[in-house]
């Protein structure tokens, strides 16, 4: 018998990312190859070897989709109040302060105004490094307010999610942001203006149960988690195991939840087709597909 029994097992890391050193390398959690982090920006984050997906900050997300990386933001001033001053292991106001300074950003998200392919658009990036992408009182009104520009100006609105849910230190408030962007989304409905949601790794909580659910066409990123509540959170209910690939992309194209998964790489191509076959601009005549091993071609396959 042993003197010694290792009680407790090491402490596993649920992304199993690696990124040491900071900055230089990346080692890929899907198929295990370093990866230079020079070659991952250049690929939209994407690896090369076995097309995993990796989270995209908002500002890589909107310098990806507007021509040029050229943007005009709008309502970047806006920041929470803390107005149930909130506190939980620290207080809401602190960890607002902190996270402001972090990531260089007042909110969540970023609401922005450009052209995609020559189209002119409303993009609302979604940034998780911000309390998780949650949304709270200004989430909700700068996408609503992101609406409300797109139609007075009567383009379209894309809305890229990347969010745990509604903001729990925002209580009830956050709750409301589901439906007041779901009636701003309803006004540019009724004004036959076409809306696009893409959801990407994680879209969970009450941004699924509002927006990210909504458009005209729901676009999805490859093995992205979506859904309501987290699958552990479902499982330690209902004391079931779940089946594989539960919530992940795939499993709700399946199901019908999601209308189509891209390939980043090929998003931004599938993003202004479909709004010219929305707006009813003429389509535009592509050069003919590389040779093999070329670069790909942004136009989508599916
Ligand atoms: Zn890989």
Not at 270 to 282: E, M, Q, S, Y
């Amino acid at each position: 018998m042993a003197w010694f029994k290792k009680t407790r097992k090491p402490i596993d890391n649920p992304d199993k990312v690696s990124r040491v050193p900071e900055g230089l390398w990346v080692k890929c959690p899907s198929c295990g190859r370093a990866l230079y982090n020079k070659d991952l920006v250049e690929s939209l984050q994407v690896c090369p070897h076995c097309a995993h997906h990796f989270r995209m900050s908002a500002t890589e997300r909107l310098s990806m989709l507007f021509d040029e990386a050229r943007w005009v933001e709008h309502d970047s001033g806006l920041q929470s109040l803390d107005p149930l001053s909130f506190t939980d292991t620290k207080a809401y106001r602190d960890r607002l302060a902190t996270t402001i300074k972090k990531t260089g950003q007042n909110d969540a998200v970023i609401v922005a105004s450009g052209t995609i392919e020559e189209i002119p658009v409303v993009v609302a990036a979604m940034e998780y490094a911000f309390i998780g992408g949650s949304m709270g009182v200004v989430v909700g009104e700068k996408i609503a307010r992101g609406a409300e520009r797109a139609l007075a100006n009567r383009s379209p609105l894309v809305i890229v999610s990347c969010s745990g849910g509604a903001r729990m230190m925002e209580g009830a408030l956050s709750l409301m942001q589901m439906a007041k962007i779901s009636a701003a989304l309803g006004r540019l409905d009724r004004a036959g203006l076409p809306y696009l949601s893409i959801l990407t790794d994680p879209t969970t909580g009450g941004v699924t149960a509002s927006f990210a659910m909504l458009g005209d066409l729901n676009i999805a990123e490859p093995k992205a988690l979506i859904g309501f509540a987290g699958p552990r959170v479902i499982e330690q209910t209902i004391r079931q195991k779940l089946p594989d690939g539960f919530q992940r992309s795939e499993f709700l194209l399946e199901k019908g939840f999601v209308d189509v998964i891209v390939d980043r790489r090929e998003l931004k191509g599938l993003i202004a087709n479909t709004l010219r076959v929305f707006t009813g601009r003429p389509a535009v005549v592509r050069p003919p597909a590389p040779a093999p091993g070329a670069p790909a071609d942004p136009t989508p396959s599916a």
